[in-house]
């Protein structure tokens, strides 16, 4: 990495959002979450692998006591003409009911992985479920879901870092960076 920022299959990425902010606004985050639910147990459902940073720093940041429980997302191939799908990996389907889940995320795009995920939490019973994003892209969102607890909401353009990866790399910075214009 040089003084601008890494370089990443070919692609310079420059600096976005400092170790220090991202700091900050996690305290904030987990200041609103412990007083919302305060005296419950809510579940984190941990979206990985990209959620891995944010979550570890949010969780040990909250005066509630959470249960943790990691998800993945699997891409599979369809047997249909739509292509490819993807398929959740690790939904503690019978813990769910009547539980409040905090989904935790790393970054909404569009809104398709929440949205599903919404669906699928839904018909598990939850009692509700919020969802917590570290940055959000508003101008690309598509859905519908309200974001409870939003960290940055950034520009369209493409970030690594603190959990954020371009074709799996970039994930261990502690810093968030933008792809170079
Ligand atoms: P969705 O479009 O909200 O469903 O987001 C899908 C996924 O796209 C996210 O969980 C990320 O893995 C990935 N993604 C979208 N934008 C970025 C970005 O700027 N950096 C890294 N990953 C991204």
Redesign the pocket.
């Known amino acids: 990495m040089n003084s601008s920022g890494p370089l990443i299959h070919g692609r310079r990425f420059v600096p976005y959002i400092s170790r220090d902010r991202i700091a900050e606004k996690v305290a904030e985050l987990a200041g609103r979450i412990s007083a919302d639910y305060a005296g419950e147990r809510p579940m984190l459902l941990v979206?990985l692998n990209?959620a891995m940073p944010f979550a570890v720093a949010l969780m040990q940041q909250l005066t509630v006591d959470v249960e943790l429980c990691c998800i993945r997302?699997a891409s599979y191939v369809g047997t249909s003409s739509t292509g490819t799908g993807k398929e959740v990996i690790g939904l503690p389907e019978e813990r769910l009911k009547g539980r409040r889940v905090i989904v935790v995320?790393?970054?909404?795009?569009?809104?398709?992985?929440?949205?599903?995920l919404h669906e699928r939490l839904q018909a598990c019973g939850v009692k509700d479920s919020e969802v917590a994003a570290l940055?959000f892209?508003r101008g690309?969102?598509?859905?519908t879901l309200p974001i409870r607890y939003i960290g940055f909401e950034?520009e369209d353009?493409?970030?690594?870092g603190f959990g954020?990866?371009?074709d799996e790399y970039g994930r261990q910075y502690p810093d968030i960076y933008?792809?170079e214009e």
Request: hydrophobic share 40%; no cysteine.
């Open positions: 979206v990209g997302y995320e790393d970054i909404v795009d569009t809104g398709r992985t929440i949205a599903y940055t892209k690309k969102y598509l859905g950034i353009a493409f970030v690594v954020m990866d371009y933008q792809l």
